[in-house]
């Protein structure tokens, strides 16, 4: 059947890099259902810049909305989906009510979905720019396996750095034009208050 959701953590690129490659990323669209998601732990330590953007690549050509969404200061949760089309405000703030029914995202600071939304740091458009021209980690072509560049101590902050410096157009992203009638410009800069 397919699947409505895919997860995979973190620590797996470290112990198994051959795994993230072009022909999974393409097992994993080709299994997800229409409105399938991908959720993948990615680490911002013990990885280069070039093997991250590989990773991204190859989930990117051929997933057609990728999102990077903060974690903590050692870990990025990779999204993919095969419906890029915007955020329903007015359909998220049911959903987050819901599930937030006994504040569990009160434990992890997450008081509202404003809050929930500013943890996204790259949109599609943003992570497309930012993978570049980098050749993609695939099963010929295991860069991630065989990278040559030893991790160096700060390329965590290095590539922190460059995720922090990203913008996300949040009026892109979002539909504000529902029955719950949200001011716009209010509700984003609500989210931006929180970066």
């Given at each position: 059947?397919?699947?409505?959701?895919?997860?995979?953590?973190?620590?797996?690129?470290?112990?198994?890099?051959?795994?993230y490659t072009h022909e999974f990323y393409r097992i994993c669209y080709e299994r997800s259902s229409p409105q399938?998601?991908?959720?993948?732990?990615?680490?911002?330590?013990?990885?280069?810049?070039?093997?991250?953007?590989?990773?991204?690549?190859?989930?990117?050509?051929?997933?057609p909305n990728v999102t990077l969404w903060y974690i903590s200061t050692e870990r990025i949760l990779m999204v993919?989906?095969?419906?890029?089309?915007?955020?329903?405000?007015?359909?998220?703030?049911?959903?987050?009510?819901?599930?937030?029914?006994?504040?569990?995202?009160?434990?992890?600071?997450?008081?509202?979905?404003?809050?929930?939304?500013?943890?996204?740091?790259?949109?599609?458009?943003?992570?497309?720019?930012?993978?570049?021209?980098?050749?993609?980690?695939?099963?010929?072509?295991?860069i991630v396996e065989f990278s040559r560049e030893r991790v160096k101590p700060d390329t965590g902050a290095v590539?922190?750095?460059?995720?922090?410096?990203?913008?996300?157009?949040?009026?892109?992203?979002?539909?504000?034009?529902?029955?719950?009638?949200?001011?716009?410009?209010?509700?984003?800069?609500?989210?931006?208050?929180?970066?």
């Amino acid at each position: 059947k397919p699947i409505d959701l895919i997860t995979t953590g973190a620590v797996m690129i470290n112990r198994m890099p051959d795994i993230y490659t072009h022909e999974f990323y393409r097992i994993c669209y080709e299994r997800s259902s229409p409105q399938g998601m991908l959720c993948q732990l990615l680490p911002l330590k013990d990885i280069t810049v070039p093997e991250f953007q590989s990773i991204l690549k190859s989930c990117a050509i051929n997933f057609p909305n990728v999102t990077l969404w903060y974690i903590s200061t050692e870990r990025i949760l990779m999204v993919a989906s095969k419906n890029s089309s915007p955020f329903e405000l007015c359909e998220l703030l049911p959903a987050f009510t819901a599930i937030n029914t006994n504040l569990s995202f009160m434990a992890i600071d997450i008081a509202n979905i404003e809050s929930l939304l500013a943890h996204l740091i790259m949109d599609d458009r943003s992570v497309r720019q930012f993978i570049g021209a980098v050749p993609e980690n695939s099963d010929n072509n295991p860069i991630v396996e065989f990278s040559r560049e030893r991790v160096k101590p700060d390329t965590g902050a290095v590539l922190s750095g460059i995720l922090k410096s990203a913008t996300v157009d949040f009026a892109q992203i979002l539909d504000l034009h529902g029955s719950c009638s949200a001011d716009s410009s209010d509700v984003i800069s609500r989210i931006k208050s929180f970066n």
